[in-house]
């Protein structure tokens, strides 16, 4: 495909979305960019700066105010919309707000004969794809959430920092639900081939230090939110790095929300990790050897979503 062809239908233009739209009209990835949002008005001011921008950039992108008919001939659809972050306490509390605007808005996209992949970054966003898959009917694989991509590049700053050294040499990772029951992979976390534990070795007590870099991961978002009301340049980024892979078939591997069926020990359910990214969504998971206590954590992680997501089972019940 080449850029000609690659268009972009961005759903739900706040924070998140708008910041997703101006990191993908820089990065000249779209050939056309339709914004939809239910906020008519904030869609039309968005896609007015957002053309100033384009028109900026090496390679432009037509960005328009668009409708789901735009779904039809789209290379990727993406959602953006959710629950205010502002109210933000646990992102649990978003499940049934976020599951009534994916039976307001998927129907609508399907509708329009759209079966390609469906990116999304709404939360609790492990719940979110669950819901957003069974609402479409498409495969597993054609639901791609951000899952714990956004965690993993906060784990690997702080082992960046820690180390002094820069994020690109570190290869650590977050698996499990974005949020509260999250696991930061210290067994297999490494700074250019060498395990974090020998950098660690002037820490008096390296369980305590552990603990508190995992909670600092987890509570990130919360500070963020504390001092601006949302989060939102971070995941623009994790969100355009899902993009490019998808639209180029890159099979970059990414931390993604995928479905598991048996892998990990889980099954039935989306979560955080990693996967090979390209053409067709989520094309392998890849399992990585873990320690017996994250095995724990993580099957204790899946057990919560699958109960967190009866709550959105509710709303598709309704
Ligand atoms: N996955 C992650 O790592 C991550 C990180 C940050 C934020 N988020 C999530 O992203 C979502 C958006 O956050 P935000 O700060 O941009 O919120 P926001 O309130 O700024 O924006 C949400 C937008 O969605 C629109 N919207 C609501 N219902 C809609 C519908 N039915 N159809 C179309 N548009 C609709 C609203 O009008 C609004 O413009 C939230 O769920 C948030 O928790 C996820």
Redesign the pocket.
Known sequence: MNKLGRKVVL?????????YAFALVNSGLASTLSI????KD??IADVNDLMDASCKTQSPTLVKEGSYEDCKDADLVVL???????N?TN?LN?IKI?S??VV??IPKVIENGYDGIIL??????DV?SKVVQKVSGLPYNKIV???T???TARFIQYLAKEVTCNPKDVEAYVIGE?GNSSVALWSNARIKGISIDKFLDNIDNEDKFKEEVSEKIRDK?FQIIKGK????F??AN?LLDFTRAILLDEKKIIMTSAYLDGEYNNKGLYTGVPAVIGANGCEKILEMDISKKEQEMFDKSCKDLEENYKLAQEVLDE
């Open positions: 759903i739900g233009s706040g924070f998140v979305g708008s910041s939809i949002d239910i906020d904030k869609a953006c919309y959710g629950n205010s972050q502002k933000l992102r978003d976020a009534r605007m307001d808005t999304l970054a709404t939360n609790p966003v979110i959430g951000s899952g991509n956004l965690d974005h978002a009301g949302a989060t939102h971070g995941i994790c």
